[in-house]
């Protein structure tokens, strides 16, 4: 496995300043591919060092910037938005990631790049806040019948939900994972622990850490790994230090909602890839998993949570990623409905791809 | 170093190692391409840019090759990546230096939000910037191009560049790119210019591109403050019409003409504003050339 000089920066910003030339340009490549350059911008910022870097480099860090300080008022505005649309049904939405730490102005925000703002009601009010949204200005994207049951019928969320005016993303959940999944997590505990905050709810701190968590290490979206895993981190970093008992509460509320496992391996690729403060109790009181069975994980995971780039890769890197992929949709259905469905997206994305370049 | 140092032979061997680097503007940009009708391109209409050394900053990785190995024999096609990333769906492989150029273009546009980007011309005399902006099939690449054969020193003739610090125009002095019957007015009405090969049947029709002049590169870093904002409209046959333009519909027309405004906030407001308020601003409707540069000549005299 290759090291990879964004790992190191994330780390200790501050040692940016001695990077050469040749280093800032593979870092700077690197931070666009994990969607983190405006992440770096930010912890180069803390540190002080920006205007000592060279012209180049600083434009680089300044556009990254501009980008995100645009996003983070958007999905400002998308929160107050989807508030506002969901007032005459009464229903409070959870926001979650991204939405949530720039309603609730977390560490997570700050040099965030968002795809969709992702909001969850309970299930009984799944139809009206859809229908609502609807009546607000929000369209469903157009899917075929299948990808229409395929949501529906398996999956966590609704088919994304998208502004018309703003053309923005909107995910609509109902759970953090979907109902076909090996794990199975009480939602209405996380429902009942939620703080509410001027008319929208934020789950609690320990609950946010566990769906970002589940998020990353069961729903296989690892294109986004390494910030999912810098999210992670500020969380951590945060919480550890602003919520008394946090470290406990989290193991506790682990355990009963049934995210043991997604939980370990945050905390054991966090403390490893981004040496996040955690306490070394934490670590012994998570369930022992066998040798075996960490090595392997180890493997995969550390080389697919790396940015999506060329020097950042090894030959086992493809692999791994193609694993992990199988392994999500391994965890998010049973096979009887896993076969059929990995066989038709297969079929679908070579028939379309030879459409595109057909001329 | 300059391009033109180098043999097509040599730009090409380069090329296929990922070692052509090159700087236009305050832009380094390192190419790769397997195809030779880059290299003649970068041959012929780049022979004025300084070389770097690979061991410094590159702003983007550009590459312009095959899609797959089939598509490399069969019918052939042609695909851009920045750094791994493709953007857009492959070309035939004819475009592959008309890809290029706006390959080039994509990447700031789209990594440049430290500035302000208009979707303009800009174009400078006795120090000073005038800016078209333009819908295309206005004819602002025509007049742009005419305006530089003429001796206007090219800062872009696509992307307007503005430093929200200084509100000065940056320049990005690249190929003039002209399409469809611009190819032949230009040429004919000023042939010592040389004109790259054509590449036909492109999204944009017939396009070819005019290389920037030898001054208009090396001054590639002298940033200048923009006095006249101009929008031109080509009508056939028309009277050369110069008239005032309300600031206001100055500024809502640029902002439509603007890559980027929207991503810069307050700032991106702030900036043009002020650029407008402190620039004089023009509708012109134009058919003849002649009339066109001889009035824009005025202008910049008239303000000595």
Known sequence: ??????????????????????????????????????RLSYLIDKVGITEQLSEAVQRHLRSGKVLSNKQKTAVKWETECIKKALVTTNIKPVFLKGGAYVYQDLPPMHGRIFSDVDIMVRKKDLELAERALILNGWIRKALTKYDQTYYREWMHELPPLISRKRQTVLDLHHTILPPTARITVNTEKLFENARECDGAYILAPIDMVLHSATHLFCDGELEHGMRDLVDLDALFRHFGQQETGFWRNLIERAGEVGLTLPLFYAVHFSKRLLETPIPDDVVNKLPVMSPLKKKGMDFLLSRALLPDHVSCEDRFTDLARWVLYVRSHYLRMPFYLLVPHLIRKAWKRRFDSEKDTAQ | MLISDLSLDEIFQRLKRSELRFQAGIYTICVYSPYKVVAEGLKNLYQDYHLVDLDTFCDFYLAVKSPGLVRRWFRPQVVFSHDGFSPFKPLPADHAFALFEWAFNWCVGNHAHNFLLLHAAVVEKNGKALVLPAPPGSGKSTLSASLVAHGWRLLSDELTIIDPDTLLAVPFPRPVSLKNYSIDVISVRFPDMYIGRKSYDTTKGTVAHMRAPTDSVFRGSERVPIRWIVFPKYEAGSETKFETKEKGQTLI??????FNYDLLGRVGFDVLTQVIQDANCYRFQYSNIDEALQLFDSIAEGEQ
């Not at chain 1, 990879?4 to 501050?14: H, N």
């Not at chain 1, 001695?18 to 994990?34: G, N, V, Y």
């Open chain 2, 253 to 258: 027309e640029t902002i439509e003409n603007s």
């Open chain 1, 1 to 38: 496995m290759k090291a990879c000089l964004l790992q190191k920066v994330l780390i200790a910003p501050e040692t940016a300043i001695t990077l050469s030339a040749t280093e800032w340009d593979l870092l700077i490549r690197q931070a666009r591919h994990a969607f983190l350059l405006a």
